[in-house]
Nanobody, 123 residues
Framework: QVQLVESGGGLVQAGGSLRLSCAAS????????IGWFRQAPGKEREFVAH????????YYGDSVKGRFTISRDYAKNTVYLQMNSLKPEDTAVYYC????????????????WGQGTQVTVSS
C-alpha cells in the first residue's frame, strides 16, 4: 500500500512556472511507477507524465513535452512535476498515481491515487 499527497498547485499567469510535489508514504514507494494525470471540468482524465520505479525512463503527454519535467527523490519519497511555460489550457486538477504498470498513459492501470491539486493558469 502507498498513500499519495499532492501539493504545489495554485494560480499563475500564462508563461509562468509551478512545481508540483507528490509525497508518498510506505516503505515500498521506490518500487512503484509514478504517473501524473490532469482533469479539467467536463473532460476526461489526461496523461501528463510518467517515471519508472527505477527512475531511468520518463514519458510525457504530447501537450506538455518540452515544458514539463518529472523527477523523483527516493530519499524524500517524493516525485516532482516541474511545469514551465504554462498555458491557460494547462488549467486542471493534477493527480499523481502509483503502481507497477505496463501501459503508463492509461489511468485505469493505477490503483493508488492522491486527492489532487488545482492548477489555474490565467491569460
Amino acid at each position: 500500500q502507498v498513500q499519495l499527497v499532492e501539493s504545489g498547485g495554485g494560480l499563475v499567469q500564462a508563461g509562468g512556472s509551478l512545481r508540483l510535489s507528490c509525497a508518498a508514504s510506505g516503505r515500498t514507494f521506490s518500487r512503484y511507477d509514478i504517473g501524473w494525470f490532469r482533469q479539467a471540468p467536463g473532460k476526461e482524465r489526461e496523461f501528463v507524465a510518467h517515471i519508472r520505479w527505477s527512475g531511468g525512463n520518463t514519458y510525457y503527454g504530447d501537450s506538455v513535452k518540452g515544458r514539463f519535467t518529472i523527477s523523483r527523490d527516493y530519499a524524500k519519497n517524493t516525485v516532482y512535476l516541474q511545469m514551465n511555460s504554462l498555458k491557460p489550457e494547462d488549467t486542471a486538477v493534477y493527480y499523481c498515481a502509483a503502481d507497477r504498470v505496463t501501459t503508463y498513459n492509461n489511468p485505469r492501470m493505477y490503483d493508488y491515487w492522491g486527492q489532487g491539486t488545482q492548477v489555474t493558469v490565467s491569460s
